[in-house]
């Protein structure tokens, strides 16, 4: 179990939800990957996750078998990591953290949509130098979504990108 203090809430924050959470230091707001892209959390959502970390602490703490006076410490610290400003610093440990492996929580504005050759679609990242569609990929770390599907049969004059790219 991590040691219980607000780094260690952090660690936790990263171990849960490091692969869909990232801080956008330029702009300070947090950025949550929705299943297609890298959105800025508008609803509070980095907030909840980091709550649902420390409330999640019993859960792990079950898993050992701990003295009366260590699970009465545990309690605590739980009930006291769910005050405002024990998340806001849980938040703050978590964005100076690297994911297992390797990615950093923080990332400036420019580690955001790098590859001006992806252009993130509906159904998929389409590749524009080998004209090849795949699924979407956090790793990416693409912001933009264009409100069209990719379909290389389309001839019904609905949107599509196969007449752009001919």
């Not at 692969?19 to 909840?48: C, H, K, M, P, Y």
């Not at 390797?102 to 400036?108: H, L, P, Q, S």
């Not at 409100?147 to 019904?156: G, H």
Request: glycine share 6%.
């Amino acid at each position: 179990m991590r040691s219980l203090h607000d780094v260690g809430n952090g660690l936790r924050i990263v171990a849960r939800y490091g692969q869909i959470l990232r801080l956008n230091a330029d702009v300070g707001r947090w950025i949550l990957w929705d299943g297609r892209r890298f959105s800025t959390d508008r609803s509070g959502e980095a907030f909840r996750l980091a709550t649902e970390s420390a409330q999640a602490l019993l859960d792990q703490s079950a898993k050992y078998e701990l003295s009366p006076s260590d699970s009465t410490k545990v309690n605590r610290w739980v009930d006291s990591s769910q005050s405002v400003r024990a998340i806001r610093a849980a938040l703050a440990a978590a964005s100076n953290q690297k994911t297992p492996d390797g990615i950093c929580i923080r990332v400036a504005g420019s580690d955001l949509n790098r590859n001006p050759m992806q252009l993130n679609l509906l159904n998929g990242t389409f590749d524009l130098a080998t004209r090849t569609l795949r699924s979407h990929d956090p790793s990416d770390a693409i912001t933009h979504l264009a409100p069209v599907k990719f379909d290389p049969m389309a001839t019904d004059g609905s949107p599509s990108l196969g007449p752009v790219l001919s």
